[in-house]
């Protein structure tokens, strides 16, 4: 609280807000969030990358970089105004799955302009949705449009 940093909790699930509240620091917060969720998702030198935007024009290609395993990952989207571009979670979970974590990232819409996501193997994931009733979705684009 002292110096308004954002840092995310590791308590197992990221509740993520489509709109964000730092423009500048979306994909980067993005990707803080979910490294959040477990202690093999030991990625660094997370960074925004904005030198593809025009904030003041409100175009262009937002990205955040990381590396995870001595490899160099970016993820981006469409700049929106201040929404988050699903299509940057599925990248995410792409690269998650190419290094054979054996889990993955799974959505749960909010019924507002969020989500809860997890970073859990396929069992536990069915195991949620059988006991909670709630969908889990392996893919963003899916679970906020209904469309893979």
């Known amino acids: 609280p002292e110096s308004w940093d954002w840092t995310p909790a590791t308590s197992g699930v990221f509740w993520m807000e489509f709109e964000s509240y730092e423009v500048d620091k979306t994909y980067s917060?993005?990707?803080?969030?979910?490294?959040?969720?477990?202690s093999s998702l030991l990625w660094s030198?997370?960074?925004?990358d904005l030198s593809?935007?025009?904030l003041e024009n409100n175009h262009g290609v937002q990205a955040g970089t990381f590396t995870w395993n001595g490899q160099s990952y970016r993820i981006e989207g469409d700049l929106d105004y201040d929404w988050f571009d699903v299509d940057a979670a599925d990248q995410l979970n792409e690269i998650i799955k190419s290094n054979h974590t054996g889990k993955q990232l799974y959505f749960a819409y909010d019924n507002g302009s969020g989500c809860l996501i997890f970073y859990?193997?396929?069992?536990?994931?069915k195991a949620f949705t059988d006991i909670t009733g709630i969908p889990l979705y392996n893919n963003a684009r899916e679970m906020y449009y209904g469309v893979s």
């Open 52 to 54: 593809n935007v025009d």
């Open 29 to 38: 917060n993005f990707l803080k969030g979910v490294q959040a969720l477990d």
């Open 120 to 125: 859990r193997d396929a069992q536990w994931a």
């Open 45 to 48: 030198d997370i960074q925004e």
